[in-house]
């Protein structure tokens, strides 16, 4: 979390950051609040998993720049004067984060299995009476050439 906490700080100027942080808490704080900040990173990582299917890349400008937003979203939407734009800030971010997984297909969980069944079974549901279901096959191939 910390390179997603250290790009906030670099985008935010730090009072910025304590009235985020503190906010409602304590008017005249002087420091971040750190758990809450840690928080706030927390969900908007966990945001990447559960409404993008895509899991957090702190190397991917992409990834921190939309993580950012949302860090900042959850923070506004933490404290006392939450209203209902921090409630349209955090839908407008799930929406950018739904929005990056996909087009950036390369960052999707791929499904695995742990089955040790080297034997491939093709189901019936792929037989050749169905390929005039399959929309837009690629040309010049069928299901059973896969």
Do not use: C
């Not at 990582?45 to 993580?67: M, S, W």
């Amino acid at each position: 979390m910390s390179a997603l906490t250290d790009a906030v700080e670099v985008r935010y100027n730090a009072q910025d950051l304590i009235q985020m942080t503190n906010a409602g808490d304590d008017l005249s704080a002087t420091e971040v609040n750190q758990p809450r900040f840690d928080a706030a990173a927390a969900d908007a990582v966990a945001v990447f998993l559960t409404d993008g299917a895509i899991a957090f890349d702190e190397t991917d400008d992409q990834h921190i720049q939309v993580a950012v937003q949302g860090v900042v979203a959850f923070l506004k939407g933490f404290g006392k004067s939450a209203d209902a734009a921090a409630s349209d800030q955090q839908d407008a971010y799930i929406d950018r984060v739904v929005l990056l997984a996909k087009f950036s297909t390369r960052a999707r969980i791929s499904p695995k299995t742990t089955s040790k069944d080297k034997d491939v079974t093709i189901p019936s549901l792929d037989a050749r009476r169905f390929t005039d279901y399959v929309p837009d096959p690629p040309p010049n191939r069928t299901l059973q050439d896969d």
